[in-house]
């Protein structure tokens, strides 16, 4: 199998808000760059979503290292809590219902094509691929920004 390096980020601006992803898949000295967005979301939705549209990509099964700063995805798998969620019918282990879920189980999916590993970097310490990830997840946030300020504009005008 193929071995592939996934660079993964997701940015939102507001928490709630408008927010962007980019994944960048290294292969064999060569990089795909793809990226994407949500007029309202969340951090953690576009940090999933990165990682799942980079899985999306690849074309047959590949041994594929996901790198990230998100402790959130990266910790779901490396500390198994992902498994333990799917055993307590996708709740915590303090009762609570698993945010995200339909996005942890299409990357569940996802996962099963592959040999997947999770790695863990720290953000915006100056690692190449992953503030390239940060700077077009921003660019696809900050592009539907200025859609909905378009809209709003648009709309007090036709009043």
Same mark, same amino acid.
């Given at each position: 199998?193929?071995?592939?390096?996934?660079?993964?980020?997701?940015?939102?601006?507001?928490?709630?808000?408008?927010?962007?992803?980019?994944? +960048?898949?290294?292969?064999?000295?060569?990089?795909?760059?793809? !990226? &994407? #967005?949500?007029?309202?979301?969340?951090?953690?939705?576009? @940090?999933?979503?990165?990682?799942?549209?980079?899985?999306?990509?690849?074309?047959?099964?590949?041994?594929?290292?996901?790198?990230?700063?998100?402790?959130?995805?990266?910790?779901?798998?490396?500390?198994?809590? +992902?498994?333990?969620?799917?055993?307590?019918?996708?709740?915590? !282990? &303090? #009762?609570?219902?698993?945010?995200?879920?339909?996005?942890? @189980?299409?990357?569940?999916?996802?996962?099963?094509?592959?040999?997947?590993?999770?790695?863990?970097?720290?953000?915006?310490?100056?690692?190449?691929?992953?503030?390239?990830?940060?700077?077009?997840?921003?660019?696809?946030?900050?592009?539907?920004?200025?859609?909905?300020?378009?809209?709003?504009?648009?709309?007090?005008?036709?009043?």
């Amino acid at each position: 199998m193929k071995q592939v390096t996934i660079y993964t980020d997701g940015a939102c601006l507001g928490n709630p808000g408008p927010g962007g992803w980019c994944c +960048i898949l290294t292969y064999n000295g060569r990089e795909k760059i793809f !990226s &994407g #967005g949500e007029k309202h979301t969340t951090n953690n939705r576009m @940090e999933l979503m990165s990682v799942i549209e980079g899985l999306k990509m690849l074309k047959e099964p590949c041994f594929a290292q996901i790198v990230s700063d998100s402790k959130y995805v990266v910790d779901a798998f490396n500390n198994k809590w +992902i498994y333990s969620w799917i055993n307590n019918n996708w709740k915590k !282990s &303090g #009762g609570s219902p698993v945010k995200n879920r339909e996005l942890w @189980e299409e990357l569940l999916k996802q996962c099963d094509n592959h040999k997947v590993s999770f790695k863990h970097i720290k953000g915006h310490s100056g690692h190449e691929y992953n503030e390239r990830c940060d700077v077009e997840a921003r660019k696809q946030a900050e592009t539907l920004q200025s859609e909905q300020q378009d809209e709003v504009i648009e709309t007090e005008t036709l009043q």
